[in-house]
């Protein structure tokens, strides 16, 4: 049951922007079912439209026309209150620059949603964000400064605090920008990880080999959805990862 | 939203941006403690000089020369020499509502003991000069009748004049014999301690000398004399003892009704009104220069909270992000303002309080610190302080979170 269920459903979803006399059209009438536990990567050219559609499903950002339903509800009738609790209690993000709080520990940033979530009591608090950073392998440098982290654990700091509050989806865009390959894949991992234990994921990528860690792939062109299907010859990160490892030992030794 | 992880979302924010919250703080602190420590000057001269005008006797009355009141205070106003001893001797013959009256005659003078001198103020007084001003002799005695009508080589001197002549205040200087403008004149009595006025002038730096010592043995115009000064019967006949004086010194000096008078006369609440005008325009002084130190650390406190608006924008946006509510975050920035202005103020009143003390201890300036310099100083920098650590994060958590996320 669970597999086919809705999580989130677009119809017709604009968005225009307005930059001087010109009308930027990123959306154009997008319609797109996601279910739960799907893990989706959204590709596309640049400027085609991806961050906009992920933004509007995010919450972050207001489409201009269209429909919006979260497990079934309406959410472009909520207000402001109702969808900042939407994203603090179901939405996780994962941003390509991070986003993680300047000169605050590791453990801090992750335990920032937890405070805006009155249901959460002070005593699991940091009991949560310490469960969280070590899901993302980060248990020995909760106090670290975002300066003090590389690119790839910075971005893991970021996925603890996106996964701290238990949300129902993921949402990254470009996750992997700013990393090499290798924690791409580590990241991916975790992404993967994630996925098998019910956490829906929507990621932004336009790396194919990146894509091919999802279940699907959907294609942005110019603000419409060209392609839309699943991944046939998914990568398992873990795999991919033994094969760097060989082949850096093989480097080595030759 | 519990109000306690909002406090402690907003204490870890000042705590990350330490330099920050110092230099806002340090808005408020110059803006508090300069405002306090100027209104306590201000308003501790404004009292000093009320209450050693009230010293002077609630009775008496000055009689000047000339019609300008400023030059008549300050008996600088030689030009106008229009009083004679004849009308002090007037007064006291016909002034039924005077009590005590002298004329007075002053000159500044060097005065020579040994190998010291020392220059400062002989006033050639009356013996009712002693009484109107309520002064008291700690050592020897004052000037006999006979003194005063042979024009005796004798003087009373001040603490200050004693210490600069024979280098030791509680020196006992009765029988020395000094010289003024190279005439021997002989100590007979030590004045008890005055202190200072309100404009630092040491009241203890004086000679005093029998009338006619001074008028005909030390001016060089026999005359006229400097001033005159008397004493009502009583407070409330001062105002009628004044007319007494100027309808009696208009008839002597024969000036017609029509004509102005060529003399002038003030109570000791009219000068205290005067004094007190000054001392009103001084306070405003140092009070406009406190609300410019008050608002140059509003600007101060202003430009670091606009100047952090970019890098703040975007942690609004990350917050929201991540669920924070508008006003998560508004109580966020508010409750920040609040800590930073409560503790910048509390330093500041205190930093205020001992710059006061120490003009008083180190500057012998006398200070008084009122309840309203600390409400007003103390509410006006928290309130700058809250509308601009209010009003961009206003703005801020209006935006959409990924408006806020992407400001630069
Ligand atoms: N805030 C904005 N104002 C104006 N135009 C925008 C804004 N954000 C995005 N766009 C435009 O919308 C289109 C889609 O952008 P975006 O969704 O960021 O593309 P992608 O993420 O696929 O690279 C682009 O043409 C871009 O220039
Ligand atoms: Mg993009």
Redesign the interface.
């Known amino acids: 049951m669970s597999e086919r269920e809705n999580l989130i459903t677009v119809r017709d979803l604009t968005k225009t922007y307005q930059t001087g006399s010109v009308e930027v059209f990123a959306l154009k009438a997008i319609s797109l079912t996601i279910n739960k536990g799907e893990f989706v990567a959204i590709m596309g050219a640049s400027g085609s439209g991806k961050s906009t559609f992920m933004?509007i499903i995010?919450?972050?950002?207001?489409p201009t026309s269209g429909e919006y339903l979260m497990e079934g509800k309406d959410v472009l009738t909520r207000d402001?209150?109702e969808l900042?609790?939407l994203?603090?209690?179901k939405l996780g993000?994962v941003?390509q620059s991070f986003?993680?709080?300047?000169?605050?520990s590791a453990q801090?940033n992750v335990e920032?949603?937890l405070?805006?979530?009155?249901k959460v009591e002070?005593a699991v608090r940091e009991h949560k964000a310490i469960e969280a950073l070590t899901s993302v392998g980060l248990a020995d440098r909760l106090g670290a400064m975002p300066n003090e982290l590389s690119g790839g654990q910075q971005q893991r700091v970021a996925i603890a605090?996106a996964l701290v509050?238990a949300p129902l989806v993921i949402m990254a865009d470009e996750p992997t920008g700013n990393l090499d390959s290798k924690t791409s894949y580590e990241i991916m991992g975790i992404f993967q990880k994630l996925n098998d234990e019910g956490i829906t994921i929507v990621m932004v990528t336009h790396e194919p080999d990146i894509a091919q860690f999802a279940k699907s792939n959907i294609v942005f062109k110019d603000g419409k959805i060209i392609a839309n299907h699943p991944v046939t010859d998914r990568k398992i990160a873990m795999e991919e990862l033994k094969k760097i490892a060989t082949l850096t030992d093989e480097n080595s030794t030759t | 939203?519990?109000f306690?992880?909002l406090f402690?979302?907003a204490y870890?924010s000042l705590n990350?941006?330490k330099l920050r919250s110092f230099l806002t703080m340090l808005g408020i602190i110059i803006g508090v403690a300069s405002v306090i420590a100027m209104l306590a000057i201000g308003e501790g001269s404004n009292q000093t000089i009320q209450k050693s005008i009230a010293s002077l006797g609630t009775n008496s009355i000055y009689i000047f020369p000339g019609t300008n009141a400023n030059g008549g205070v300050r008996g600088g106003a030689g030009s106008n020499q229009t009083l004679k001893l004849e009308d002090a001797d007037a007064i006291a013959a016909h002034c039924d509502l005077v009590k005590y009256v002298t004329p007075l005659v002053q000159r500044k003078s060097q005065i020579i003991f040994g190998a010291k001198n020392w220059n400062t103020m002989i006033i050639g007084i009356r013996n009712d000069y002693m009484l109107i001003r309520s002064l008291s002799i700690i050592k020897g005695s004052g000037f006999t009748e006979p003194d005063q009508r042979s024009a005796a080589k004798v003087c009373l001197v001040g603490v200050t004049v004693v210490f600069n002549l024979f280098g030791d205040e509680n020196y006992n200087p009765i029988g020395e014999i000094i010289r003024i403008n190279s005439i021997p004149v002989k100590i007979i009595g030590v004045l008890s301690k005055m202190g200072q006025n309100t404009f630092g002038q040491d009241q203890d730096d004086i000679v005093l000398a029998p009338f006619y010592t001074v008028q005909k043995r030390m001016m060089i115009s026999t005359d006229h004399i400097g001033s005159i000064l008397a004493s009502g019967k009583s407070e409330l006949q001062v105002v009628d003892a004044v007319d007494q004086i100027t309808s009696l010194l208009r008839e002597k000096h024969k000036i017609a009704p029509s004509d102005d008078i060529d003399f002038t006369v003030r109570t000791q609440s009219e000068l205290s009104n005067i004094f007190g005008s000054i001392t009103k325009v001084m306070t405003i002084l140092l009070a406009s220069i406190a609300g410019i130190s008050l608002l140059v650390g509003g600007i101060g406190i202003m430009n670091i909270m606009l100047v952090s608006v970019t890098?703040r924008t975007?942690?609004i946006?990350?917050?929201?992000?991540?669920?924070?509510?508008?006003?998560?975050v508004l109580f966020q920035f508010v409750i920040e303002s609040i800590l930073i202005s409560v503790v910048g103020g509390v330093i500041g009143i205190v930093v205020g309080i001992l710059v006061a003390e120490m003009v008083a201890t180190f500057g012998g300036w006398p200070v008084v610190i009122t309840p309203l310099s600390i409400i007003l100083s103390f509410g006006f920098s928290s309130a700058i302080g809250l509308f601009f650590g209010w009003y961009p994060a206003r703005k801020a958590a209006a935006l959409?979170?990924?408006?806020a996320?992407r400001y630069e």
């Open positions: 933004n995010g919450c972050l950002d207001n402001k209150d900042a609790e994203r603090n209690s993000f941003f986003n993680l709080l300047p000169r605050t801090e920032l949603p405070l805006y979530n009155n002070a605090r509050n | 939203m519990k306690f992880n402690r979302i870890r990350r941006n890098e975007r942690e946006g990350i917050r929201m992000a991540i669920g924070a509510k508008g006003r998560d959409n979170p990924i408006d996320l």
